[in-house]
């Protein structure tokens, strides 16, 4: 069974700049949840894809956005990038159709840094 | 009110002890609760879910729910140094029909020799 995967694993932007991320659910899940988390906070939900359409979203503005892929991988997008945006961004993937698994896998996260 | 709450700690037990890590919500409706451990540099690793009022064990790890209290537990026996981490809480909080998956800001743990 592979587990979630992420890419890259660093990335060094600047100022309004546009980043784009991505993630590889593990295998047989069909949800991808993306978080950002700074240091010493918990992971903060910026929104979930269920079969290739946004179900559910955190508080984050437009700039934040993301896509599905039939094969369940997923991107985060994020425009006009700002200092505040330099953060630990993980992917969770779950399988919602069945009974309690909606557990989550996490990736090992991809690290933005925003000059 | 934040919607999830932990206690950041840091928690320092010794080796071999109990270590209790405590969680409190926000919103009545939670049905779904989460413990994940986060190593300095990692990502969070899921140790157990919880979905009915009671005590759920898997190994050396006990979760407790009280949903009229609002109030979910993780108990860790003959606790290692392997366990000094800190612990998530995660409720999934109800919004709209669907969910939004709530992390506390975690309890930091130090297991002493």
């Known amino acids: 069974e592979t587990g979630v995967t992420q890419s890259p694993t660093h990335l060094i932007k600047t100022r309004g700049q546009q980043v784009t991320l991505r993630c590889s659910s593990q295998s047989g899940h069909n949800t991808v949840s993306w978080y950002q988390q700074a240091l010493g906070q918990g992971p903060q939900f910026i929104f979930q894809?269920?079969?290739?359409?946004?179900?559910g979203r955190g508080n984050f503005p437009p700039r934040f956005s993301g896509l599905q892929f039939p094969n369940y991988s997923s991107e985060l997008n994020v425009n006009a990038l700002e200092l505040d945006d330099s953060a630990l961004y993980l992917c969770?993937?779950?399988?919602?159709?069945?009974?309690?698994?909606?557990?989550?896998?996490f990736g090992p996260g991809t690290r933005l840094t925003v000059l | 009110q934040k919607e999830v709450e932990q206690n950041s700690g840091p928690l320092s037990v010794p080796e071999g002890a109990i270590a209790s890590l405590n969680c409190t919500y926000s919103d009545r409706g939670s049905q779904s609760f989460f413990w994940y451990r986060q190593y300095s540099g990692k990502s969070p690793e899921l140790i157990m879910s919880i979905y009915s009022n009671g005590d759920k064990e898997d190994g050396r790890f006990t979760a407790q729910l009280n949903k009229a209290s609002q109030y979910v537990s993780l108990l860790i026996r003959d606790s290692q140094p392997s366990d000094s981490a800190t612990y998530l809480c995660a409720v999934n909080i109800p919004s709209g029909g669907s969910y939004i998956p709530t992390f506390g800001r975690g309890t930091s743990l130090i297991v002493h020799p």
């Open positions: 894809y269920y079969r290739e359409e946004e179900n």
């Open positions: 969770a993937s779950s399988h919602l159709d069945r009974e309690s698994l909606d557990e989550q896998f």
